[in-house]
């Protein structure tokens, strides 16, 4: 889908790399075993170094130490992982943006569209809207009352922001994506629920990606704060109120439940959940599938859960952890008697 | 977002308060420690009872017993959480319906729309819908064929119906929800699977809040059922012929499977799964991240999973739990032994 | 919302069946105990025998053994459920396919429309996009730059497709689902995380149903591949470069993370996790809520977690699970002084 091509010499520049061979023109990229004639590939893990002596790149990202290796050309970079992640994105599928609105989209008269804007097909824009320059809104989004977008983000397809919420510069909020719902605040009369007025806003950084059909809720009185850096993978929930510290990046599926504030620099491995009210370290790290019901004070790695098993040895197993504290008094019991014994 | 304002003494008439000290206008809401000049304030909790004399709201909701340490106005009511519930509606953010139809809009000729209702830009409403009066379908919002929208009850943008779905009244259903989508049902035939053309449909009782992205599937042969008063938060998964029972409340994430019921007045917390063709009794408390995989015949607080710990350690208890059972079939060796040792 | 009427006489010859008994027409169909005049209904499961005597159904699928206990009419067949399948599809919801566009649709001029598909309103619909004979494109459904959807295969409203997604033939994609999104892919360079462009697409069999808010990201170098006859429930997550075999079914909430390789005829039940770059065995069976964090080489089913239990006792339960390897270590004590005890 993207037409690009460059010279070897030229994305070596871009990555402060040095050209080891022949310079070529490159169009494409892929891994060391599928790369054909034309294509960059890269070396990042001593694990494919085996692929590298075989491998038809055009030219291969590598370290200083492999570069004799490669049959082709070489680039020979500090970390190839991280060149091969920037001239990734000259060959993003993305097109560039063509700016102007589209015919059957809905602006309402207070909005502020900057001429640089692209506004596609079906969006839908709100009473004071501010969208700045180079964003991209995409099909049928929905930006609601007094929304701000910040310049050169893009609101992919079906993307709902509710009303009053903030994103940053160079943000990706995917399709699907919902930010601002309101948060899930109710106090209980005693016969049922009265719904709380969910007054807060949503306030997205710079730099923050925001993964398909990820839900960010409106704060109840104050915002709900995503800071700058913050990648969010695909269905994440974030409640009202939570805060995400600078460069802390989630995997899919997992949920944070209102008012908890997660450090800078943490990962959050998939499918993983943490209580409302509490306060997580700069540095931790937690892996998938873990429920995280307290605070964390010191940065490290956490977990929770048990692993597979074959599904009848792990019957039995589930059986026991119900007797395990019983099973625990057990073993004192018997300290107790062999000590007896032994005297 | 919100242009309203009201003296203190007609918000303390609204939940049967009293207004001690001087009266004066009310045009926001805030905690008390962020509470400035104009705005209401709550005290719910004791543990934030040190923030009250130096708040600047202009006026707190407290049980009588606090009346006296409100540096400015109180309102004194019995339970001031629920009093401050109430009244924060009154500063939602939604602006009040704006009666009509959009432009945009597509309506099919055989719908029916209440004149009092509002129909968003991009809406699309489709063959014998029923659109009742008050209620707000927002921009890009799809209602399929026969659906059926209460009074007063708000599809927020982005909102899709299927076919037959009914809604009850002052509902608000949030963005990106789907409600009516086939329920997952196959036969298999030996070599894959057949579909289970999926008949019933699903039925929304009154005051019923659904998440933003959350998806009710209908019923296979009969409906799917989520009865009165019942609060759904972000991203759950309500399969096929589930049945809700009134004024319970779940968390987000949470995946209810098919067939099962819940009983009323339950409250599951975020991420939890309830296998399919259980009965939940009324009243039951599921603690986050619980599976829940055999029927619960008494109300009360249930739990699964273990806790948070650090991944180290946590490494060396899964490989224990793995030998639990033998572990135990250990210690009922040893017991034996030690009790023919001590005879 | 379905006219449709049928001989059970016909309707028998359909799933190869005999009639025993009157022939009449079938317009609908239910479960044994609330089926009335006129409908169909099945035994598949000897638990509802007792249902057989009193049913009002019409007619009944069952096998031979139950054709005397039916009070009307029987179709006799091998596999009631299967027989139960083929024909409820009969009975199906949805409209058959009218030809053409919808006014408020917009179409790019180099998109290809089969004049036998169906092109609801507001669908927006991109460059080079090729929509087959007999599709159904829903309403606000966005398809983007490339992408193509084979014959006779759904897309319900509101479904994103990013561009160069590959759908297959007879395919079902449920609303919300959102396929194509970028993979989350970044390198760390120090102080924060830069996007790795996602240059692979998502490539889609054949008879594939995907359901709502579901979402399958685009691969980073090479595709995203789901095999023909896969089956997703509601709200599971793909990660890039995963691949599905065929006629495998995952149930709803479900992730599987990047690069990970599920085998064929595998079921996964709901909420489960299974991490990155694993490979999953042909025909294997993963319980619900099971995190899966290392490869299974050999078919069979696998579960992980605990089972529910009363919060109390399991409040005590993960104490000890926290102490596991500790107590492990005890016993082993034990064991040594009880053995010398006993020399």
């Not at 590939?41 to 004799?68: H, M, W």
């Amino acid at each position: 889908m993207t037409d690009f091509a460059e010279k070897a010499s030229d994305l070596a520049l871009r990555v402060d790399g040095e050209l080891v061979g022949k310079d070529s023109l490159i169009s494409g990229m892929s891994t060391l075993d599928k790369a054909c004639a034309g294509q960059l590939s890269f070396l990042s893990n001593a694990k494919y170094q085996k692929q590298l002596p075989n491998t038809q790149a055009e030219v291969v990202l590598v370290t200083a130490e492999f570069a004799d290796l490669v049959p082709s050309s070489a680039i020979v970079v500090a970390n190839p992982y991280l060149a091969f992640a920037k001239l990734s994105q000259l060959f993003d599928w993305r097109a560039s943006i063509a700016p102007g609105i589209a015919p059957s989209a809905q602006i309402d008269a207070t909005a502020e569209i900057d001429p640089s804007a692209q506004i596609a097909d079906g969006a839908i824009i709100g009473r004071l809207v501010k969208v700045s320059a180079h964003c991209y809104i995409g099909p049928n989004v929905v930006i609601g009352e007094g929304a701000l977008v910040g310049k050169s983000t893009r609101l992919e397809a079906n993307v709902t922001l509710y009303p009053g919420v903030s994103i940053g510069k160079r943000c990706i909020i995917h399709s699907g994506a919902v930010i601002g719902a309101d948060g899930f605040g109710f106090a209980h009369d005693g016969q049922g629920w009265v719904k709380i007025a969910q007054a807060g806003g949503v306030s997205i950084g710079d730099d923050v990606e925001v993964g398909a059909n990820t839900t960010i809720d409106r704060g109840a009185l104050s915002d709900t704060v995503i800071a700058n850096g913050v990648k969010l993978d695909n269905q994440i929930q974030i409640a009202h109120n939570v805060e995400i510290g600078e460069a802390t990046a989630i995997a899919g599926c997992t949920a944070i439940a209102g008012s908890t504030r997660i450090g800078s620099h943490c990962t959050i491995a998939g499918m993983s959940g943490v209580t409302g009210h509490l306060e997580i370290a700069d540095g931790t790290h937690i892996t998938a599938m873990t429920l995280v019901s307290k605070s964390i004070k010191k940065s490290g790695a956490y977990s929770s859960g048990t692993g597979v098993e074959p599904h009848a040895q792990w019957k039995r197993n589930v059986v026991r952890f119900r007797q395990l504290d019983e099973l625990s008094q057990r073993v004192k019991n018997l300290e107790k008697l062999v000590k007896k014994l032994a005297e």
